[in-house]
């Protein structure tokens, strides 16, 4: 959507999220309220950042920053569109890369056929920690759940992206807030043009993941990388043009 201006005294009802699994409200020029680690955000688990570390209650009020006479404009739609459409050029987004983990050969070699060959179901236990997965088909979960190595295995590093096999055959793959170490099989890794999917993904939907290989996640990553950069540029000239200075 594009950028509105909202009057003094004025109401904003924000309808259903649509494809996506969250809905996002950014005000111009931020919220007024204290940095924690150089962030405003609120981080709900360990009850600090944002208002006071909670969740907003109903007519709860928040101060958002005035803006200097410069700062109020808004930028063109085509930025946006920029943006939004060109990072999904790549592939639908149900449709998940993965390359290989450093657990994979802890597992049976042919899970990865399995996990690519049927659907899974975003979980409603999914957070900023992880994306929960469940395949539909009772015999590929069996299949999952006697390929895990979890007992036998120490505790490891891992990472954004890392996808970890659990013992009841469902799958995690780590996202922003994931801890730094575990000890469950990293079978996989989504690549990181993809991550971005997960994060907009409503509990319920389903993906199909697919294996690629190196070179084929660098490209990805590398057109991903350029569509970020033309709508950075779009938005910059705007901005320029914008100054007061400009002639």
């Known amino acids: 959507a594009s950028p509105t201006y909202i009057p003094a005294g004025g109401r904003l009802q924000i309808s259903n999220r649509g494809a996506a699994g969250c809905s996002y409200l950014a005000i111009a020029g931020g919220i007024d309220c204290p ?8 981080d709900l688990n360990a ?17 958002p ?9 808004f930028l063109p739609l085509e930025c946006q569109i920029s943006a939004r459409f060109s990072l999904r050029e790549a592939s639908p987004d149900n449709v998940i890369a993965i390359l290989p983990g450093p657990g994979y050969a802890a597992v049976q070699n042919d899970l990865t056929q399995i996990i690519c060959a049927k659907p899974f179901i975003m ?12 395949c539909a088909n009772t015999r590929a979960t069996a299949a999952l759940a006697r390929g895990d190595k979890a007992g036998l295995m120490a505790s490891h590093g891992v990472a954004r992206g890392a996808m970890q096999l659990l013992p009841d055959g ?3 793959v780590l996202l922003a807030d994931a801890q730094t170490t575990g000890g469950y099989p990293c079978i996989a890794n989504v690549i990181e043009a993809d991550l971005y999917k997960l994060a907009q993904l409503p509990p319920g939907d389903s993906v199909q993941f697919i294996q690629v290989n190196f070179a084929q996640a660098r490209s990805a ?25 400009h002639e």
């Open 170 to 172: 469902g799958l995690i």
């Open 47 to 63: 009850g600090f950042g944002g208002i006071e570390g909670h969740m907003l209650g109903s007519a709860e009020k928040i101060q």
């Open 65 to 73: 920053y005035p803006l200097a006479p410069k700062q109020k404009h």
């Open 35 to 42: 940095e924690v680690l150089g962030s405003r955000a609120t």
């Open 221 to 245: 990553s590398v057109k991903q990388s350029a569509a970020l950069q033309r709508a950075k540029y779009s938005m910059q000239q705007y901005m320029r043009k914008q100054s007061p200075n």
């Open 123 to 134: 979980g409603a236990d999914s957070d900023r920690m992880g994306a929960r997965f469940k």
